[in-house]
């Protein structure tokens, strides 16, 4: 049995005005934690996450893994709605995750991520953690925390996809300003319940929602990724997923981070060991 895991991180967005602080930090930390678990890691920052380099990672690592394998993908950066081209989605939309090299029009649809993770064998456990911007509601808040520094993590469309192909807004003009997540994410729309999946993400699907770029202690993370990592260094051996989700929601959301993370999976799934 092996554990692999696939951490990527993208602060930079070329031609799109809308960079990030935390996310190469994200990965990097991502990748330390599970190297010490045992996992061998690949990682993907900023320039190496292109889109063909991402489906390719994602596709080697899912669909060679054995039955009694442990899987592991974190993605850390901007999410976007892409318009719809073959009619699945009831608002017109797709969601995506943002590659480097978005601002050439390049997007990974839900569509091709959800084939990417159906290609995996049975008995194979897949855990996903997205710290990317999808969604959540805010159910209490903590104090907010000095020096707070704060953005979503979510790319409008008209910061990438030229005008002529915005989707148009109730007035008929290109809808350039919508900037929160209308439905699931694209790492909701990869799991699968069936096959014993696991999701772990910044926050809630819906409207409105967010996960968020975050300055902590003067140091750039998404905020959801640092407590995540706080919360995992705190667990006793043997906890499960359900104790470490436990664990994080003590710190989230927060007054200076209004976010829900989430836990996404099978009662079964939830009560596996962490990483294990």
């Known amino acids: 049995m092996s554990k692999k895991a696939l951490c990527i991180g993208i602060n930079d967005y070329p031609g799109t005005q809308n960079d990030l602080s935390g996310c190469v930090n994200d990965a990097t930390d991502w990748a330390a934690a599970l190297a010490a678990r045992g996992f061998a890691v690949t990682k993907l920052i900023d320039a190496q996450a292109t889109k063909a380099a991402m489906v390719a990672a994602m596709s080697s690592l899912i669909s060679g893994a054995a039955k009694g394998d442990t ?37 990974l649809l839900d569509d091709e991520i959800g084939l990417i993770f159906a290609n995996h064998a049975a008995g194979v456990r897949v855990l996903l953690i997205s710290d990317s911007c999808h969604s959540g509601t805010v159910t209490r808040a903590a104090k907010a925390e000095k020096d707070a520094d704060t953005r979503p993590r979510f790319m409008p469309m008209g910061n990438w996809l030229p005008s002529k192909l915005l989707p148009k807004d109730r007035a008929g003009k290109p809808a350039t300003t919508m900037v929160a997540p209308a439905g699931t994410s694209p790492l909701m729309s ?22 968020y770029d975050a300055k902590i202690a003067g140091r750039y993370n998404g905020a959801f990724t640092y407590y995540a990592l706080k919360a995992l260094k705190s667990l006793k051996e043997g906890a499960t997923y359900a104790d470490w989700h436990k664990a994080i929601v003590k710190y989230l959301p927060s007054a200076s981070y209004p976010q829900s993370p989430q836990l996404v999976g099978s009662a079964a799934a939830r009560k596996r060991p962490v990483f294990g």
Do not use: M
């Not at 318009?83 to 997007?107: F, Q, Y």
């Not at 990869?190 to 996960?211: I, M, Q, R, T, V």
């Open 71 to 107: 899987v592991v993908v974190t993605y850390s950066g901007h999410g976007t709605w892409a318009p719809d081209k073959n009619g699945d989605e009831p608002d017109g939309r797709d969601e995506a995750l943002c590659p480097w090299d978005i601002g050439s029009g390049k997007v």
């Open 190 to 211: 990869a799991y699968s319940n069936k096959l014993g999946d696991l999701l772990l993400s910044g926050c809630k699907e819906g409207p409105n929602n967010y996960s």
